[in-house]
């Protein structure tokens, strides 16, 4: 697994810490096998999409909250996906190629970039 996968494990299971509940506890109040969740939280398995809802539940996190978020992100990312509210934007979608290029180190025109800000600062 990748850097996106460890890094996810690695703020789920501060969360979880943080709720003061084991990994035993956790998993017994979901109903989930302790085995995975501890490789999940060890980045070497994909967080599963069906079940971060109740999560983020469990971890006490507010829903829309920046941690709630963090978390959401955290996992699409280490499932190589972008978050699906971001690809619910058709305009935002329309200038990834612009951050994809920004982040390679490319040069991106200054007309597109000020586009780019714009709709931005209007989400």
Excluded at 84 to 90: K, T
Aim: charged content about 30%; proline content about 4%.
């Amino acid at each position: 697994m990748g850097a996106a996968t460890k890094a996810f494990g690695e703020y789920f299971h501060g969360l979880r810490i943080a709720t003061g509940k084991s990994l035993r506890k956790f998993c017994q109040e979901l109903g989930l096998d302790a085995s995975n969740t501890s490789k999940m939280e060890r980045g070497l398995l994909v967080p599963p999409h069906e079940t971060l809802e109740r999560y983020a539940k469990c971890l006490r996190l507010k829903k829309g909250s920046n941690e709630w978020f963090t978390l959401f992100d955290l996992a699409a990312a280490a499932r190589g996906e972008i978050p699906s509210d971001i690809l619910s934007d058709e305009e935002l979608v329309a200038k990834l190629p612009l951050i994809f290029c920004t982040v390679r180190g490319k040069k991106v025109p200054r007309e597109k970039l000020d586009e780019l800000i714009e709709i931005i600062r209007r989400a």
